[in-house]
Nanobody
Framework: QVQLVESGGGSVQAGGSLRLSCAVS????????MGWFRQAPGKEREGVAT???????DYADSAKGRFTISQDNAKNTLYLQMNSLKPEDTAMYYC?????????????????WGQGTQVTVSS
């Protein structure tokens, strides 16, 4: 069973930064692709960034140039560095793991999900 635990969310003003972290159960970390998704109230969950089995990254257009996905294999931790935050980035952010070698920004490419961490950006 893959366990994912997010942290690092909070409230910031527009233009600020946050770094989200996702601790991944050690036994499975190296075998999965990883991703960050978000869901705002009343909206569908959407992909933000993914990192594939070979380290290939992909970003939603809304995240390009502002967000960076990375992983620390020694710590079994996935990160999402978010800069230049905007009010429209406000959402619950979820860490996800899957077995697709080159994942797309699709919920269906991921099998395991964390509980989420809230990000609120005020104008």
């Amino acid at each position: 069973q893959v366990q994912l635990v997010e942290s690092g969310g909070g409230s910031v003003q527009a233009g600020g930064s946050l770094r989200l972290s996702c601790a991944v159960s050690k036994a499975t970390y190296s075998s999965y692709c990883m991703g960050w998704f978000r869901q705002a109230p009343g909206k569908e969950r959407e992909g933000v960034a993914t990192i594939g089995y070979y380290g290939r990254t992909d970003y939603a257009d809304s995240a390009k140039g502002r967000f960076t996905i990375s992983q620390d294999n020694a710590k079994n931790t996935l990160y999402l560095q978010m800069n230049s935050l905007k009010p429209e980035d406000t959402a619950m952010y979820y860490c996800a793991a899957g077995t697709v070698v080159v994942p797309r920004l699709l919920v269906t490419d991921f099998d395991y999900w964390g509980q989420g961490t809230q990000v609120t950006v005020s104008s």
